[in-house]
């Protein structure tokens, strides 16, 4: 499997971030290692200490200010075939005047949003009169809406994280910790993705803390647990799913609730279409759980955009005016918590098209019982 996509798909992110600096009035954005660098080029970079920025003017060539040392694994990623000059610098060098030297005459740049505040500071340093900006507006409008190579890189991380959930009742015995559930479902991640990112195993009351830890609590027959888990692809794209499992028959009051749940994110996920606002796909979940008494409980937003990263726009909040266009992916993930009791939550990654509606995660939704 290819970890990279094809270069010309990179020289044209890389070209549409030039229009939207010029269109934000930016001279300049400087993007070191992260979700835009790899958005940009492909190139994985490690985040260290020593400085790695790509310098992408507006107008001008594109320059990558890289240590000496980092210049092999700049060579084995796609830079070696987009056009940009590298600067190299060694052990005793300034980085940070490297970069003032790619960008001469400006008056306005921008940061990706991850840049280290030291090197950030650095920067403003070596530069005092130049006013510098974050570059969340500008990345955030390419990186929103997905290529059809990205969606399907999503529908792969998507796959990828179903086949674990698929083995995961078997790992809920009960008189199993949540914390040696969490490790044996991070290795199954591991298996199915490059990386594990995270693994959320909430038994018992602890199912009514959306983002619980998990802990050495043991799971016991009677529990809900709440299992929502995510890895990364080796092109870089997050998986996100959570399911629902009860070990042995729910009572008939938490069968309800979660019946309505059910609803509500099938509800949610049938709202989404192009022209229809973020807001209102939230409004589906809320006013549908509000109906079934649980809306006090649905704590969260309905969801947030996923792509190079688990968490990006656009985020699927109340009062959230923006449009769904073509190609954007977010998770639906309606839950309800009842402190000290119980909670649940379903979710799965969805692309807005102007056909069908793709989603990545088809497990099943109901309930997942555990005998
Ligand atoms: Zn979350
Ligand atoms: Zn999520
Ligand atoms: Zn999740």
Known sequence: VARYFATTQYADRLSRARQQCAELALDAIVIGPGPDLRYLTGYHATVLERLTALVVPAVGDLTLVVPNMEVGTVYASPINELDIELATWDELDDPYSLVRDCLPHVERIAVDDLM????ALRLREAMPDVTQLTAGPVMSELRMRKSPAEIAELVRAGRA???????VADLLTPGRTEREVA???AELLTEEHESADFVIVAAGP???VPHHEPSEAIIAV???VVVDIGGTTDVGYCSDSTRTYSIGKPDADFANDYQALHDAQQLARAAVAVGVTCGEVDAAA???????GLGKYFSHRTGH???LETHEEPYILAGNDRQLEEG???SIEPGFYRPGRAGARLEDIVVCTSAETVVCNNRPRELAIVD
């Open 305 to 307: 955009g996923i792509g």
């Open 183 to 185: 490790k044996d479902i």
């Open 161 to 167: 994280v179903d086949r674990v959930h698929e083995r």
């Open 206 to 208: 602890n199912s009514a």
């Open 286 to 292: 809320r006013d549908s759980l509000s109906a079934a």
């Open 116 to 119: 280290w505040a030291v090197k």
């Open 222 to 224: 009677g529990d809900i």
């Open 328 to 330: 954007m992916a977010f």
